[in-house]
């Protein structure tokens, strides 16, 4: 059991955007919450040191908005409030293939949020420390402060061992000295560097299997204010790469009348961060149009680069994988390939299937943590396999060794995809389950199949589409 004073206090670890939606999912299920956060929060919607990718292309896509909306009513209308765009897929995102550009069907059903992630960190926050004001969950967050291990056994978690990081204590307060604070329940939301896999190991138990796949996909970004009507279109702009042509870009519309500018490629064709090198690279991607937009923009931030692109998945929701008292979430529990723009939906959906979980009648009682799990690995499965399924023609050997059934399956989701451009039946099944609003099972319907094998990939048109098509009744 946990100690005394912990048996309703939860901790979560990491409060970024996965911690605080973990925190709202705990609200009313336990007496008190601490956020450990190793940041000191910024004044407003400002970008902070601890987000490394927060200067790039940030997109909420349909499913976890649906899903942030559950966890907390009114947080769409407070990020439009701040100036956030909804794009709705493929209406208001024309997006450019290998077989052309992808037709804009007249489709309403997945309104995807396009916004800088200060806005978002600062938006979700603020909605969080709200909804707690008005629940009889205490909430208190833990700023410039760090967690460095788990206190317990290997058959359950009692709490986390803690500092205040150095030059984080205000004056007259706490040095680096660690102490504990106990919990009946531990969520890991500390993102791409947790640590729980080598606190695992100190508390004597094993980690986790993991699995990992890496494109050695970079990409680079830039924030560009439109000079005149030209450099502002009535659509956000993606240019896929494909095989034959490994660089991208996207071009869509933030807060303030901002665009942000984000041009990717494989190993090999990263694009370059000096001012000059980036603007020649978005001559060499699939299409010109994105690079024709340049002499009507102005740019009002340097180029910002990034790396750490490799899919990564630590197997918790293993039986036995996972000690009581403890749950992963968000980026410590799977990693996404930032590009395909899941991770802060995949939280958002993790953090309600946590909410859940408590609702159902699990609480706090032994068992919590493995189901709670397993439903935050339900969550996962969606955007795992598309972002994989994506990255794996272009992994390394050591992450690309795929089987017959996995290569007959890749062959199937490229001709979907591409018969995907020009048919609105498998355009909205592509997009229900790109969106996280279906499961990957949706893809492989009779109907689908049918429709994919059968009928001929037709090209798209050339040029990028400036008129919305009406959706064709399939036959």
Request: net charge positive; charged share 20%.
């Amino acid at each position: 059991m946990a100690e005394a004073a912990g048996e309703r206090h939860a901790v979560v670890i990491g409060g970024g955007l996965a911690g605080m939606l973990a925190a709202a999912a705990l609200l009313g299920h336990v007496d008190a919450v601490t956020v450990v956060e190793r940041d000191r929060y910024p004044q407003g919607h400002a970008f902070r040191k601890g987000v490394p990718q927060a200067r790039h292309l940030h997109v909420f896509l349909s499913g976890g908005l649906r899903a942030l909306e559950e966890l907390l009513p009114g947080t769409g209308q407070a990020f439009t409030d701040a100036g956030a765009h909804i794009l709705y897929l493929p209406s208001d995102l024309v997006t450019r293939t290998a077989v052309g550009w992808q037709h804009r069907f007249d489709e309403r059903r997945h309104g995807c949020l396009s916004v800088t992630r200060p806005v978002i960190d600062g938006v979700v926050r603020d909605r969080v420390l709200g909804a707690a004001a008005g629940s009889a969950t205490r909430l208190d967050v833990l700023e410039a402060t760090e967690a460095v291990g788990l206190t317990g056994d290997a058959g359950r978690v009692t709490g986390v061992r803690v500092r205040t990081r150095p030059g984080g204590g205000r004056a007259g307060g706490a040095g680096p000295a660690e102490r504990v604070v106990p919990a009946a329940l531990v969520v890991d939301a500390s993102g791409r560097g947790s640590k729980a896999p080598q606190w695992f190991t100190e508390l004597g138990r094993r980690a986790p299997r993991e699995e990992s796949v890496d494109a050695g996909i970079a990409y680079a970004t830039r924030m560009f204010r439109p000079t005149g009507p030209a450099g502002a279109p009535d659509v956000a702009v993606n240019i896929l790469g494909w095989r034959g042509s490994p660089r991208g870009a996207v071009y869509v519309p933030v807060e303030d009348g901002t665009w942000l500018l984000t041009a990717a490629g494989v190993r090999g064709h990263h694009p370059p961060t000096d001012d000059q090198g980036f603007a020649d690279f978005t001559a060499t991607v699939g299409d010109p149009y994105i690079h024709g937009l340049l002499p009507y923009v102005e740019p009002v931030s340097p180029v910002y680069g990034f790396r750490d692109t490799a899919n990564r998945r630590r197997h918790y929701e293993r039986t036995g994988a996972v000690p009581e008292g403890f749950v992963v979430v968000g980026d410590a529990n799977c990693t996404f390939n930032p590009i395909y723009a899941q991770g802060m939906s995949v939280a958002a959906l993790g953090a309600l299937a946590l909410r859940r979980t408590l609702d159902s009648g699990e609480g706090l009682r032994p068992g919590l943590a493995q189901v709670a799990q397993r439903a935050v690995a339900r969550a996962t499965e969606a955007a795992w396999m598309t972002a994989v399924g994506a990255d794996r023609p272009f992994a390394s050997a050591a992450t690309a060794r795929p089987g017959p059934a996995e290569r007959l399956t890749s062959w199937y989701v490229r001709r979907l995809t591409l018969r995907a451009v020009t048919d609105p039946v498998l355009g909205a099944t592509v997009r229900d389950v790109f969106c996280l609003t279906a499961p990957p099972s949706r893809l492989m319907s009779p109907r689908t199949v049918l429709r994919t094998v059968l009928l001929p990939v037709r090209p798209g048109p050339d040029t990028p589409p400036t008129t919305v098509a009406p959706v064709r009744r399939a036959a």
